[in-house]
């Protein structure tokens, strides 16, 4: 199976977009989810990749890129990996086992992307002094080109070679290398998850999160994801409305029993 010329213009499309919504209105596309189920549904395959993509997703909980820094590129990840994974023809976790380490280098693109943008910045600040508002605007508008540019050429390139590089990554990559990369793609969504705990409030929501580990350690497989999403969803319904719920006041009788006792001793008459 080759990728036609079509699927790769419209995954470089979606690329695109997913990029300007990654650094403007964050609406969700720019996800690892999205990337593979996308990938998947255009090349014929949505179930592996919405495994890719939500394996992918689980490894970027509690992720955050702050500053300058710069975190792996998992959404260029997840549209490649899947798309090799049903190329290949090897199931969801071949995918997960290419995608991690395609991310992981797709850093260094990211890396070259922003200190390109720098030479829009510089021209945005000069503009800015001369009162020329009109071409700052502008400068904001150029500056996405270099991030646009640093995932869908990955994308385009990857995907328009794809059929050889399965069979290189097939030919020359020992099997055992490949199994400790598809062993490391499912450890690393349980790091994810860790790494959102620590922002957690845990310590002080933990009967809840102790609920959870019980239902999904030892309820086995009578309960799943599903499941436990509805039970916490149901618990954080109840904790919300007997928080919000007003409290009525405490009303006692015994202050006006005892002005009442009062009053009735100063009306005893004693007859003489």
Known sequence: MTVSFGIIIVLCVYVALAVLDQISLQLGPYSPLFGGAITGLVMGDLKTGLMVGATLQLMTL???TFGGATVPDFLTGSVMGTAYAILANKGASYGIGLAVPIG??????DILARMANTFFQHRADRFAEEGNYRKVELQNIWGTIPWILS?????????FFGQSVVSAINSFIPAWFMDGLKTAGLIL?????AILMRYLPIKKYFPFFIIGF???AYGGKNFSIL????VGLAMAAIYVIFKNKPT?????????SSENDDSDDDEV????
């Open 248 to 256: 009525s006041p405490v009303t006692t009788s015994g202050t006006d």
């Open 62 to 64: 509690g992720v955050a």
């Open 104 to 109: 992981l280098l797709l850093t260094q693109t």
């Open 269 to 272: 008459e004693i007859d003489e």
């Open 214 to 216: 019980v239902m999904m």
């Open 227 to 230: 499941g436990s999403a509805l």
């Open 189 to 193: 969504p349980a790091m994810g998850i």
């Open 151 to 159: 995932r869908i050429l990955p994308v385009a390139i990857g995907l």
